[in-house]
């Protein structure tokens, strides 16, 4: 019994640190992020402000999101995305529907505060499940790489959207689905 209650914890520590974020230095204004199936950029304080476009929050102060930073964002946005996605803006036809196991998307985190000092973190998704077919009908995105900028994408569908996550409040906002074209 006590084998089985040893093995049954350290497979528990194992699961638990598998699911968390892991970070690794890109340049001086980026960090690359590998979570779970999906991957991303974190935006320093160091990257320049002006490639940056939010909704809902008027902020120009900048911070580096921490692993545990994006690890609590995950879960917030893993448990509140089904309420604030409830209308599926542009999500029929061919789009995908943004859910909890958004894990198809190149993630970018930026780090802001909002007005009343609460960290916020703004992530873009970038649909980053191209197959082989996609490619060749030359389907890719080139921006879906850890060295690459802050991109902004018009149209798409749920291909490309974007919300903030605040971690005080432990709420998502400002969720934008891309139109169609």
Not at 58 to 72: A, G, H, R, V, Y
Not at 77 to 88: A, M, Q, R, T
Not at 130 to 157: P, Q
Not at 169 to 181: M, Q, R, T
Request: hydrophobic share 35%.
């Amino acid at each position: 019994m006590k084998q089985v209650i040893q093995t049954i914890s350290v497979s528990l520590i194992l699961f638990s640190c598998a699911s968390e974020a892991q970070l690794f230095e890109v340049d001086n204004s980026k960090i690359g992020v590998n979570y779970k199936s999906s991957r991303g950029t974190i935006f320093n304080e160091n990257y320049p402000f002006f490639n940056f476009l939010f909704s809902e929050v008027d902020s120009t102060t900048q911070w580096t999101p921490s692993k545990e930073d994006i690890d609590l964002a995950e879960r917030i946005l893993k448990s509140e995305i089904k309420e604030i996605n409830d209308n599926k803006i542009n999500q029929a036809g061919n789009c995908p529907v943004i859910d909890r196991n958004s894990y198809s998307y190149f993630w970018q985190y930026v780090g802001i505060t909002n007005d009343d000092g609460q960290r916020i973190i703004h992530i873009n998704f970038y649909w980053d499940k191209y197959g082989l077919i996609d490619r060749i009908m030359g389907n890719s995105d080139s921006r879906l790489d850890y060295n690459s900028n802050y991109a902004i994408v018009m149209d798409g569908c749920s291909y490309h959207w974007q919300v903030n996550v605040n971690l005080e409040d432990k709420e998502l906002s400002g969720l934008s689905v891309n139109g169609y074209a």
